[in-house]
């Protein structure tokens, strides 16, 4: 294990998430570890899980084994991306960067949202290889053609288009947090911050501290003061199948659709001509009350998978989580929280701990099912199944 952890020796997500919740200042970490309203769905994500059963096989040859694949015809090192995350760069100083440089050296995607705190440049620069950036529609539809062009221009090798942020739903904890970037200086929070040494060091020794995709870059919007009212207002209501049309001719290269969760919306999303959608609930944080990820996974891949690459986001903190995604028709999966948790932990050494566990839990799995190949990975590895998928 990495000497960068002093505690007890990390084996799982869940000692990583231990460490984030010590080491990251409380707003952040419940902006990253909470749900909207009564938080069923956040829940539910990762609680659906656990009542699908794997089959175990013996005596098969399990020498010589591989997680490669592809994920939108990008070569991969296992079906793994990271996912868009809000204010990554507040978990941990430069967090965006920290996170896209080990998911390059672990050969799997990185995916930049438009509510970071590094920029898209500030992520070209500092990173060797291509990640993929992740839209919102605002109403500004100016500055939406702008970030196109910027991702476009720092090499972005996919767009990943969010479809479920039209409003927001209620986070409780932001509300009585008084999250904002960065934090405010009331009495709670200074007192908070004073157990957190080392991010504040760390915050202090960097520039980034605020939306640096928005900031200077949206009319109006040249200091923290605009941003937040900004902000408020933007996210459009109207963002419909036109809009994701238009996004798409603008782009002119892969298109990823998230936020998918009902078989109709599937069959809309296979009809636009992008090249994969991302089943999601926006990791519980919109429609408290909707089905779990993994629980819409199969309809939807029962009804599109032949004709659009679907893919699958919430819930995962395990290998075992990714297999059986894709034995329910994910070609891949996204991790946020999880290498989240990671980079409070420990910046990139933590995100390189998480894929690094997530990996060697799926490789074992896998082998442990009768297989040695991810690609053969089906349905057949599952001893229950949900209903949609049997």
């Given amino acids: 294990m990495s000497r960068f952890f002093s505690e007890a020796p990390v084996t799982c997500i869940e000692d990583l998430r231990r460490l984030a919740e010590r080491r990251v200042p409380r707003m952040f970490y419940d902006y990253a570890d909470s749900g909207s309203y009564t938080e069923s769905t956040y829940r539910a994500n990762q609680d659906d899980f656990a009542p699908i059963k794997l089959r175990q096989r013996v005596a098969v040859d399990m020498t010589n084994r591989t997680l490669a694949s592809e994920m939108i015809g990008q070569p991969v090192s296992m079906p793994v991306a990271l996912a868009p995350t809000g204010l990554t760069g507040m978990q941990h100083p430069d967090g965006e960067i920290l996170a896209a440089r080990a998911a390059a050296k672990a050969g799997v995607p990185f995916t930049l949202s438009t509510m970071s705190i590094c ?41 990943v288009l969010t479809l479920d942020l039209q ?39 960097t520039q980034r501290r605020t939306f640096r995709n928005i900031v200077g870059h949206a009319s109006g919007v040249s200091d923290l003061s605009s941003l937040s009212s900004w902000t408020a207002e933007q996210f459009d209501p109207r963002l419909n199948w036109d809009d994701v049309k238009r996004i798409q001719d603008r782009w002119g290269g892969p298109l990823i659709l998230k936020g998918i969760l009902d078989p109709e919306d599937a069959e809309l999303a296979a009809r636009s001509g992008a090249q994969a959608l991302i089943v999601s609930n926006h990791g519980g944080r919109q429609l408290d009350g909707a089905i779990s990820s993994i629980a819409a996974l199969p309809a939807i891949a029962a009804q599109v998978g032949d004709r659009i690459e679907v893919l699958m986001d919430g819930g995962i903190r395990s290998g075992q989580d990714v297999i059986k995604a894709i034995a329910l028709g994910a070609k891949g999966v996204f991790i946020g929280r999880a290498f989240l948790y990671g980079l409070g932990a420990g910046g990139e050494a933590g995100v390189t701990q998480c894929l690094d566990i997530i990996r060697k839990e799926l490789d074992v799995t896998m082998a442990m099912c009768g297989l040695r190949d991810i690609k053969a990975v089906t349905a057949d590895i599952l001893a229950t199944k949900p209903a949609a998928a049997a």
């Fill in 167 to 205: 409003i927001l739903g209620q986070r409780h904890k932001d509300i009585r947090n008084g999250l904002s970037t960065p934090p405010r200086m009331t009495l709670p929070n200074i007192l908070n911050l004073a157990t957190k040494p080392r991010w504040c060091l760390g915050m202090l020794q």
């Fill in 119 to 159: 920029s898209i440049e500030d992520v070209a620069e500092n990173t060797d290889r291509p990640f993929w950036f992740q839209l919102y529609v605002m109403r500004d539809r100016d500055f939406i053609n702008r970030l196109i062009d910027r991702a476009k221009a720092a090499g972005c090798s996919a767009l």
